[in-house]
């Protein structure tokens, strides 16, 4: 993974080099904080030592046998997104579905569209007791037994020691692996959560783990020597000099899904403490037809993260007597979403706009590794410069219990306080 950082410099937010510079020991301290952490695998820094202590075996071993059409993966948050970014990315050969909302139409027209005959479930819940990966994972299996199928020859559990989970998988036996202690889950793409169907989907596990383990070497005591640490220094310094959102904007449609995954880590684990930094998700070159006129002409308050492989395949466009579109012929698709990828960087440098180019050698195993450790760890960094609590997520258990109540589960007046009095209905 190669990050340049130039486009962030001496822009309308003012960072300037010399910021970087007096940063730089920040980031030494932060590193040898976050390297304690890994050598002692305290909670959440365990994450950063998955490219060595993720074993692949146990993950091979509850996908042999399997030969499926289809894949259902039922979990939400980060039990679905590194799992779906994978396959997105890198996965042929299996149809992967994410059931990680309980829209009950689409649920439906996902099971009305999937042969149950012939699709394997990973159901994926670390704590085992979130409420809509239970609840459609129920509806799944109630979905397998009116069509015939016997869903205990083609459920494999991904959860923790304890929980309802654990105790199904145990009471009808059903192949089972265990999410890693002291990971949270936005963080456990490269552990059993995220690779179990990226096997399945016929992803290299070896290579994928290689790339994150190589992302991972480079993890240094200066920003100037490590891309992780220098894409987390500088988003840190960029928001602290006003930039309240980062647009992610992947030039790949292969990157498309690892956009909403970086969304889940930067924004649950950034956002405590009023600090925070908004992740938006964007796509080149279709969202430069979109959301570009904002981050070009809209408030500076901004920073897009541009990414894209350096080596792709290609599609010739043909030649043309079009008017005013001879430029297009003989060109290529390839050709054109670099020179989009290229025109959209300096349109922002030009309009002052703080923007950063990451880059891999290719949307391959390797590339994908190093892109999605190198997130965590920047995440890491940016949390440690921070000062915030990057491995929890306390504001989201008020919803839950509020959700809960409202559901019937037990009283929550509260929820209902807050909801009524907003009320101001126009019809
Ligand atoms: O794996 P679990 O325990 O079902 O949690 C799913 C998701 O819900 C959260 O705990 C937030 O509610 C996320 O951090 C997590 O990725």
């Excluded at 959440?44 to 490219?51: C, I, S």
Aim: aromatic content about 6%; glycine content about 10%; hydrophobic content about 40%.
């Amino acid at each position: 993974m190669n990050v340049d950082i130039g486009n962030a410099l001496d822009g309308d937010l003012g960072l300037t080099r010399e910021d970087l510079d007096a940063l730089d020991d920040r980031v030494a301290d932060a590193h040898d904080r976050i390297e304690r952490g890994r050598a002692d695998s305290e909670h959440g820094y365990a994450a950063l030592n998955l490219p060595e202590t993720c074993d692949p075996e146990p993950i091979r071993a509850a996908a042999a046998g399997f030969d499926p059409d289809h894949l259902l993966t039922v979990g939400i948050g980060g039990s679905a997104l590194g799992a779906a970014t994978l396959t997105d990315a890198l996965g042929s050969g299996v149809d992967c579905r994410y059931l990680d909302n309980v829209d009950p139409v689409w649920v439906d027209r996902i099971l009305a569209d999937v042969d149950l005959s012939s699709t394997v479930v990973n159901v994926v819940s670390r704590s085992g007791t979130t409420a809509e990966t239970l609840s459609n994972f129920l509806v799944v299996r109630e979905a397998m037994e009116r069509a015939g199928v016997d869903w205990t020859e083609r459920t494999v559990v991904t959860t923790g020691e304890a929980g309802n989970l654990r105790a199904m998988a145990d009471q009808h036996d059903l192949p089972a692996l265990d999410v890693p202690d002291g990971v949270p889950g936005r963080f456990s793409a490269l552990s059993t959560v995220g690779l179990f169907a990226a096997e399945l989907a016929g992803v290299d596990l070896d290579a994928l783990l290689s790339g994150a383990a190589a992302e991972a070497d480079r993890l240094a005591g200066s920003l100037f020597e490590s891309p992780a640490y220098a894409y987390g220094a500088t988003t840190y310094a960029l928001a602290e000099r006003g930039a309240t959102t980062n647009a992610m904007m992947p030039y790949a449609e292969s990157l498309d899904r690892f956009a909403e995954w970086f969304a889940q880590l930067w924004a649950e684990s950034l956002g405590k403490e009023g600090q925070g930094q908004t992740p938006a998700r964007a796509l080149g070159a279709t969202d430069q037809h979109s959301q570009l006129q904002l981050y070009r002409a809209g408030p500076a308050d901004k920073l897009v993260t541009l990414v894209r492989p350096r080596e792709a395949d290609d599609l010739a466009i043909p030649e043309t007597d079009l008017e005013g579109l001879s430029y297009l012929g003989g060109s290529s698709l390839g050709d054109l979403l670099d020179a989009e990828f290229r025109a959209t960087e300096a349109s922002l440098a030009a309009a002052g706009r703080e923007n950063v180019r990451i880059e891999l050698d290719r949307v391959d195993e390797h590339g994908v590794g190093e892109l999605l450790y190198g997130m965590e760890a920047a995440c890491v960094l940016y949390g440690e410069l921070a000062g915030v609590s990057t491995f929890t997520q306390p504001a989201v258990e008020w919803g839950k219990k509020a959700a809960r109540g409202l559901l019937g589960g037990g009283d929550f007046a509260e929820a209902d306080a807050v909801s009524d009095k907003r009320r101001l209905e126009v019809e």
